[in-house]
């Protein structure tokens, strides 16, 4: 079987790195390397086990199929049944075993693995907390072997130059060009990209707090990466070329690393402290305490960088282990010296304000804190502890610098994400102009870039203090691996490439959804004159069918096994039972709704106190639109449980009536003639059905008739009702035929002594106003008229 080959490939595989690892105990990169083999081999048998269980439920479902062999006094089964009994078994067996030995051979290599890590763990353990007797003879020793050493080196090094210049003159001098060539291009393009961002404009007296941080930042980085590039391109094509010699290149590669190093750290403390531009200084330093601290921390720098080189050089041309531990002791006790001379020293501003006038000292929990730490290291390097003295060194250093750095970049990110700050940067109003954002849409992308500068920072900073702590550059790459490929939560394993491969497949879903929409509608739906409301009934349903295959397919393609998401169905469900019964029910409504179209976009619908046009019908909620554009959402279940009518469920045409009232004197057939001459004459009333006159009923101050016609679209009758109304008038009026308005007839009833009284009362008030004409008459009367 082709299981049985992989797993003696890779048992023989892990047999030879379990050797390489006894025999490589005290090289670290060598088992950072050798680890991340082994860890590949891991992961080769567990695929190798997961490959073998899809055979093994075949077989087990084929035996169920086939059921237990009968029992003794059972009539026996047929041949061909039991032999392919007999044949799964006997391949289940086979599978089983070949499933045990890659769970064995999976065991081994975790445990080698272990190893590994328990291994480099103790090595730089003891590398660290190795000690070494320090006294005269040991410095004697190492004065010895210096002088040897430096004249093997300089042997090496000028055989090679002239071997170089004789034989390799042309390729050496085709790199020389090249990297010269790269370095104009990268120099061009930092200028061209970034020259406004990381230079300081000299004719800015009081930058801001943001322009400082930000030159500060970029003035750090951009440069730094740009040498970094340029020197790891320099080395590849001197390598590429076969210039450098295998003694050579470590050298090399160490000299680089010495001018990254140094030039990092000058870059970020002239960064910090500017000694010549003190408006743009981020702390508060005399000019001449920024100058010495500068001054202080280059030297740091070369001295750590220099201890490097000459490390590589012992390692490369096996130096005696004493040169080594002095080589180490000496920059060890010359970076606590000069932690002591900066403790000394007088670099804070004056009261005064003035950068030129004399600083003071330093605040004295930092003074006590440098002479602690430049005491420790020269305690530690002269008591033998040369390996822990150095690691300080180091890290005060390198780590130190990386973290300013970081810290820069963090605050900056704070400063450009906040609210309307990213426009007064040069790169944000570069932005601005060039994409004519507007100050909602600049705001934003400073959230976004002040999000990227913290990522950034992290990204850059943290790797490179865990280098510098010990870990080396397979680590980094084997964590990344598994944090991008491999993340356990419980029994689920979740891929970070798997996700966000799910993530574009799921929009890409969408994309391609969205474009078969608009083309079904705009080129198959539209040239075929389908209804309104029909192609919107059409679209929704792709939308929501194209969007489910997309969450699927993107689901399976992150990893997630749709099975695992039962336990979210059940607590769905649970939750569906308890609360969102309404919301389940709207959205089964609008499923309904969207598949038995009982009404469609555009209708005109009456539902309850709601009468208007239908704009949208969503799985949720319907929007309908009131004459007076007011927006009402009727959720869809009351749209399926309540009574609803619809003006234009089957066609637009609708009966409009305009009731006619004339006075008793008027022929009634006069009348109807007349109104049915008005909209016959109309060529947007309908001839079928035919309009229609009909004598409503005798009214009490005229008879009423109603006019009554067809229009082929519900959307006129407004238009056509007021127009034929306006003619009825016009023609009446000429017809002479009036329309009368309602009026009573008010019978008054008053007995004799009510009336002797009211005349009596008249008689009193007469002298005191100008005589008028009798109210009531003289002549007794019941019933009076009142207009």
Known sequence: ?????????????????????????????????????????????????????????????????????????????????????????????????????????????????????????????????????????????????????????????????????????????????????????????????????????????????????????????????????????????????????????????????????????????????????????????????????????????????????????????????????????????????????????????????????????????????????????????????VGLARFLATQIVLTGAVLATMYIGILTGKAISAPNQFGETRVGQFVARRFRLSAVGLDQSGIAAGLFIYVFALATGVPLILMSWGFQLRDLQLWLFNLFTEINIGTIRISIFGILGGLLLFAGGLVVTRWFQKWLDGNVMERSHVDGGVRNSVKTGIGYLGTGIAAIIGISAAGINLSSLALVAGALSLGIGFGLQNIVSNFVSGLILLVERPFKVGDHVITGANEGIVKRISVRATEIETFRRQSIIVPNSELINSPLGNWTHRNRMQRSEVPVSVAYDTDPQEVIDLLLEVVNERSDVLRNPEPHVEFLRFGASSLDFELRFHLADIGEGLNVRNQVRMEILRRFRARGIVMPYPHQDVMLHIQEHDRQALLRRKVREAPARPQAGEELSAEPDDDKLLP
């Open 1 to 385: 079987m082709d299981a049985e080959k992989k797993i003696e490939d890779a048992g023989s595989r892990l047999a030879a790195l379990s050797e390489q690892v006894e025999s490589n105990l005290q090289q670290d990169g060598v088992l950072a390397d050798l680890k991340v083999k082994v860890d590949a081999l891991v992961r080769e048998v567990l695929a190798i086990s997961v490959e073998l269980r899809p055979r093994i439920d075949s077989i087990q479902v084929r035996l169920k199929e086939l059921g237990e062999p009968p029992a003794d006094g059972q009539p026996a089964e047929s041949p061909s049944v039991a032999d392919e009994r007999a044949r799964l078994n006997a391949e289940r067996a086979e599978v089983n075993a070949l499933t045990g030995q890659a769970e064995d051979l999976s065991i081994e290599a975790k445990a080698l693995s272990d190893r590994i890590s328990n291994t480099r763990r103790a090595l730089f353990t003891s590398q660290l907390f190795e000690h070494t007797e320090i006294d005269g003879s040991v410095l004697e020793e190492a004065v010895q072997s210096f002088s040897a050493d430096a004249d093997r080196v300089q042997r090496s090094i000028m055989s090679w130059l002239t071997f170089v210049f004789k034989f390799k003159a042309l390729p050496l001098a085709i790199a020389v060009i090249l990297s010269m060539a790269l370095a104009s291009l990268i120099l061009f393009v930092e200028y061209r990209l970034f020259g406004r961002i990381n230079r300081r404009d000299p004719s800015i007296e009081d930058p801001s707090y943001l322009s400082r941080f930000s030159v500060a930042f970029f003035s750090t980085i951009l440069p730094s990466l740009a040498l970094s590039f340029f020197l790891a391109s320099t080395y590849f094509l001197l390598d590429t070329f076969n210039v450098l010699r295998a003694d050579i290149s470590p050298i090399v590669a160490s000299v680089f690393g010495l001018i990254g190093l140094v030039f990092f750290v000058t870059a970020i403390s002239r960064a910090v402290l500017a000694p010549a531009a003190p408006n743009w200084r981020l702390v508060k330093l005399s000019n001449k305490g920024a100058r010495d601290m500068s001054i202080a921390i280059f030297l740091m720098a070369l001295v750590n960088g220099l201890d490097y080189v000459l490390s590589v050089i012992s390692e490369t041309y096996s130096s005696p282990v004493v040169l080594t531990v002095m080589k180490s002791f000496t920059s060890s006790v010359i970076v606590g010296l000069l932690l002591f001379f900066v403790s000394f020293l007088r670099p804070v501003l004056s009261q005064t304000g003035e950068p030129g006038a004399p600083g003071r000292p330093l605040p004295r929990a930092v003074t006590i804190t440098l002479r602690v730490v430049g005491a420790v290291l020269i305690l530690a390097a002269a008591i033998g502890y």
